[in-house]
């Protein structure tokens, strides 16, 4: 399967523990996207990696996120101190291209539910 | 700031009618728009990209055609099939055109 993959599937937590989420995009793909997606409402932007150097960070991203990306290839998602208001679908997509002219592809994404 | 919105919300039609999704969007310098599927619980599916030099793109029973001086974009879908039934979702580029902004999505229920 040469798709966008993210593990884990599901993570249940505890509030103030912390989590790590990891994409695999597809392979040939300089950029790579993380996403947030509640219930009802359509994905928000996070942040984004042009290979290894993230080059934009949405106001959600607060300085509990880390997202890093180690030689332009798998990138991890790192939610510290986690809130209940953290519960969500994160997702990551990649593209090839400068700027959003390429097609974007999704991976499945990881549901997290902090208790 | 890139805003877009879709019409309608939510939609519930018999099998094999044929369906209009409408996309609006505030920031008409764009150079494309893609259309993505999600099925409950899982990851977007990616449907159409439409360039801005094209006026429609189709694949399959679907079209989507784009007029960025009017900032909107519709998908068509031809006699519509219960397996259709998801949540359709419109991305233009954000007003830097680095990086996409969604719609809140248009929810099809196709019944049998």
């Known amino acids: 399967d040469t798709g966008v993959s993210q593990d884990p599937r599901h993570k249940i937590t505890k509030r103030g523990q912390n989590v790590t989420f990891r994409c695999d995009p597809i392979s040939e793909h300089n950029r790579l996207y993380w996403y947030r997606q509640t219930l009802g409402q359509g994905p928000e932007f996070l942040t984004y990696?042009?290979?290894?150097?993230?080059?934009?960070k949405s106001r959600l991203l607060s300085d509990r996120f880390s997202a890093e990306r180690p030689k332009g290839s798998f990138s991890t998602l790192e939610i510290q101190r986690t809130e209940q208001g953290d519960s969500a679908m994160y997702l990551c997509?990649?593209?090839?291209?400068?700027?959003?002219?390429?097609?974007?592809?999704f991976g499945p994404g990881t549901r997290l539910t902090v208790l | 700031k890139q805003e877009v919105t879709q019409i309608p919300a939510a939609l519930s039609v018999p099998e094999g009618e044929n369906l209009v999704l409408n996309c609006s969007f505030t920031?008409?310098?764009?150079?494309?728009l893609q259309w993505f599927r999600q099925d409950p619980g899982k990851g977007l599916t990616s449907l159409l990209l439409?360039?801005?030099?094209?006026r429609e793109q189709t694949s399959g029973r679907l079209n989507a055609s784009l007029d960025k001086s009017s900032g909107r974009s519709t998908l068509y879908i031809a006699a519509s099939q219960p397996g259709d039934s998801a949540t359709y979702l419109c991305a233009p580029p954000d007003n830097y055109g680095q990086n996409f902004v969604f719609g809140p999505g248009t929810r099809l229920s196709v019944l049998p």
């Open positions: 439409i360039q801005s030099s094209q």
């Open positions: 920031d008409s310098a764009i150079y494309n």
């Open positions: 997509a990649s593209s090839l291209g400068a700027g959003a002219s390429g097609e974007q592809f």
């Open positions: 990696f042009q290979n290894e150097a993230q080059l934009e």
